[in-house]
Structure formats: C-alpha cells, structure tokens
C-alpha cells in the first residue's frame, strides 16, 4: 500500500507509510513475543502491588468553574488516568489521548482491564474544545471514547492527529479532523481573537499498528501548545532519543528568559518499560523519562502513563519508585517531576512573558 502523504525530501516519510528520526523501528517477531512472555511467566512477572494507586475525588467545583473562566482560567492539569489528562489553558479545554473505556484491546472482553477508575468520567468532563491524539494505539486511540466525544453537547471537539487518521475518523462519522506532519503547525482559535495558541506535532520514538497489517502507516508523535499563559508538551508514547534536544531547539526563539522560559509543563510517560530488551525501542523507563525532562529544558513535569492498565512486566506501582531514584541522581525534586492521584488537579503559574 501506498503512502499518500510520501515527501522523499523528509527522511521520517517511505513510500509505504513513516519511520523514526534517529533509530528504525522494527516490529517484533514472534519469537521475541513468545519469548518475552515465556521469560515474565517463569519470573512471575508482574509482581503484586506493593502500595494502592492513589485516587482522588476530583475537584469539579474548580474543573467547571476553570472551563468557563475564558481569559481567566487558571493554567492547570488534571490526571483523568494512563494518558489521559485534561488540559486547561488559554481559555479552552484540551483533552490528551481520551481513553475511558474498561479495556484497551479491539474488544471489551478481553485485552489489557483497567486497574483504577478513570479520574474523570466522560458525563464528568467540561465541555472540550481540542483532542490531542498521539498515535493510534488502542490505550491511546479508544473508540468508544472517541465517539462519545464527537457526540458531546454543544458539538464535537477538534481533533487533532498526526498523518493518517482522517479516514479512520471519517468511517465513524467525524469531520471536525486536522492532521499534521512533524513541526505541522496548527493554530487555535483562542478566546481572546487577538492571541495566537499554536498546536505544533512534534517527532517521537515510536511506532503506529492498528491491526497486523498497517504497522507504520500512520504517524505518531507528541504535541506542544503554545498557550500565551502556559506553554505545555506531550509526549504521546515514546523511547529515548536525540529528537527532544531538537524540539527544545525548536522552539527555543518562542521560549527566551524574556518570553517566560521553557515549556511550563510537559506530560510525560513513566511507565510501561520492562523488559528492557523488549521496550527500549518503544518506551521511556523513568530514568529517560528524566533525561527527556532536562533536555526539553521545561520548569515542571507531570508523570503519565502508569498505574491505569497493566502492559508490561513491571507492577503497576513500580514507575514512581523508579522515577524517584532518578530523580535524586539528578538532584531533582518531587516539585519538579510529580506523580500525583489519578483525578487530582496541578495548578500551573501563568507565563510571565504573557
């Protein structure tokens, strides 16, 4: 099958679908795969929970008051679970990667069950402007919650999705679709006309499959949304690699002292990682997930990707161990880079170049 969006200029494109800036990606055999599981079997992997996920009561007083607040929301996050995370800032609602459904597989009777209940339930959610979407993995790109999204009151979100996700979208019904290439950019109409919220696609390590034949065929990536109150990144599902000091680059000219520095706050993945021979190539441990931290250069971060669905074979509550391990090598806080409770809200102090 063709690539319709082949460019032979950009090195991430191939005439049959997309690869990664700085290391190929290769699918698994099926070898790897058994021997991957045969390995986790016999070590009895994933090992129990040391500690209980923590949930929280949301806020929903702040959450709602916040979504009609306009050029007074207040910057801020909040944890709906996985990857999930409610945006608000520059006066809209932005959701990451929806996913509210029990399983993440193909059907609902099987595959990956949630652990812990989403933070937030779709009936929950303020109305919601803008849907980031990274990749078409199914603990990413969840159907029924993509769906009930089209269908909420008051219209349907803008979906925003890396190359080759219209026609999915299309055979559900849903039109209100922008797709963008690596450093596409797409601007959003911000409460106050007269300010510019650019969304920018931005390179990841990773890879796309919906099924077992249309592996690469569609892009991936993360997202950065230049709010002029918040400047925030999300990474989507990514390995390690040189393309995070380059997206600092990038935006370095947007992100002077002057302007109000790096990016406010950067979602990024913690979890998901073991073992290492088998998902090096398609996600961060937590030690890289720091390394990713001090190379986008941002003040705050926020831990995703974790303590929602068990993928691989560290325990579900292993990541933030972990994460504070690196986080002391580095001499880094927990302020910094937080793990907080599935349906808690951070709070983010508005840009001072605003």
Same mark, same amino acid.
């Given at each position: 099958?063709?690539?319709?969006?082949?460019?032979?200029?950009?090195?991430?494109?191939?005439?049959?679908?997309?690869?990664?800036?700085?290391?190929?990606?290769?699918?698994?055999?099926?070898?790897?795969?058994?021997?991957?599981?045969?390995?986790?079997?016999?070590?009895?992997?994933?090992?129990?929970?040391?500690?209980?996920?923590?949930?929280? /009561?949301?806020?929903?007083?702040?959450?709602?008051?916040?979504?009609?607040?306009?050029?007074?929301?207040?910057?801020?996050?909040?944890?709906?679970?996985?990857?999930?995370?409610?945006?608000?800032?520059?006066?809209?609602?932005?959701?990451?990667?929806?996913?509210?459904?029990?399983?993440?597989?193909?059907?609902?009777?099987?595959?990956?069950?949630?652990?812990?209940?989403?933070?937030?339930?779709?009936?929950?959610?303020?109305?919601?402007?803008?849907?980031?979407?990274?990749?078409?993995?199914?603990?990413?790109?969840?159907? /029924?919650?993509?769906?009930?999204?089209?269908?909420?009151?008051?219209?349907?979100?803008?979906?925003?999705?890396?190359?080759?996700?219209?026609?999915?979208?299309?055979?559900?019904?849903?039109?209100?679709?922008?797709?963008?290439?690596?450093?596409?950019?797409?601007?959003?109409? /911000? +409460?106050?006309?007269?300010?510019?919220?650019?969304?920018?696609?931005?390179?990841?390590?990773?890879? +796309?499959?919906?099924?077992?034949?249309?592996?690469?065929?569609?892009?991936?990536?993360?997202?950065?949304?230049?709010?002029?109150?918040?400047?925030?990144?999300?990474?989507?599902?990514?390995?390690?690699?040189?393309?995070?000091?380059?997206?600092?680059?990038?935006?370095?000219?947007?992100?002077?002292?002057?302007?109000?520095?790096?990016?406010?706050?950067?979602?990024?993945?913690?979890?998901?990682?073991?073992?290492?021979?088998?998902?090096?190539?398609?996600?961060?441990?937590?030690?890289?997930?720091?390394?990713?931290?001090?190379?986008?250069?941002?003040?705050?971060?926020?831990?995703?990707?974790?303590?929602?669905?068990?993928?691989?074979?560290?325990?579900?509550?292993?990541?933030?161990?972990?994460?504070?391990?690196?986080?002391?090598?580095?001499?880094?806080? /927990?302020?910094?880079?937080?793990?907080?409770?599935?349906? +808690?809200?951070?709070?983010?102090?508005?840009?001072?170049?605003?």
């Amino acid at each position: 099958m063709k690539n319709p969006y082949y460019n032979p200029a950009k090195k991430h494109h191939r005439p049959d679908g997309f690869q990664n800036n700085y290391q190929s990606f290769r699918g698994k055999r099926w070898h790897e795969i058994l021997r991957w599981r045969w390995q986790a079997w016999r070590a009895g992997h994933p090992r129990p929970l040391q500690t209980p996920i923590p949930v929280v /009561a949301p806020d929903l007083d702040f959450v709602h008051a916040n979504a009609q607040a306009g050029l007074a929301m207040q910057p801020a996050a909040t944890w709906i679970g996985h990857i999930t995370v409610l945006l608000q800032i520059g006066g809209l609602n932005l959701l990451t990667d929806p996913v509210f459904s029990e399983r993440c597989f193909p059907v609902q009777w099987a595959g990956p069950q949630r652990q812990t209940p989403a933070g937030l339930r779709l009936d929950q959610l303020p109305h919601i402007d803008v849907v980031l979407l990274s990749h078409n993995h199914y603990d990413h790109m969840d159907e /029924a919650s993509l769906v009930a999204l089209s269908q909420q009151a008051g219209g349907a979100p803008l979906f925003i999705t890396p190359l080759g996700h219209k026609h999915w979208f299309a055979r559900r019904g849903i039109h209100h679709v922008v797709e963008l290439d690596w450093w596409d950019e797409h601007v959003l109409p /911000a +409460s106050d006309r007269s300010l510019r919220m650019p969304v920018v696609l931005t390179p990841a390590q990773h890879w +796309s499959a919906r099924t077992t034949r249309d592996a690469l065929r569609s892009l991936w990536g993360g997202f950065a949304v230049l709010s002029p109150d918040c400047h925030v990144f999300f990474a989507g599902d990514t390995a390690y690699s040189k393309d995070f000091t380059d997206i600092r680059q990038h935006f370095a000219r947007a992100q002077t002292p002057e302007q109000g520095g790096g990016f406010d706050l950067a979602l990024l993945p913690i979890g998901a990682y073991e073992p290492r021979w088998f998902m090096k190539d398609q996600h961060v441990n937590p030690e890289e997930s720091v390394q990713i931290f001090e190379d986008l250069g941002c003040k705050r971060a926020l831990a995703v990707h974790w303590g929602t669905f068990q993928l691989t074979d560290e325990p579900l509550d292993q990541p933030p161990r972990d994460l504070a391990i690196a986080l002391r090598a580095r001499h880094l806080s /927990a302020e910094q880079f937080q793990v907080r409770p599935i349906g +808690s809200t951070m709070t983010i102090a508005p840009r001072k170049g605003r």
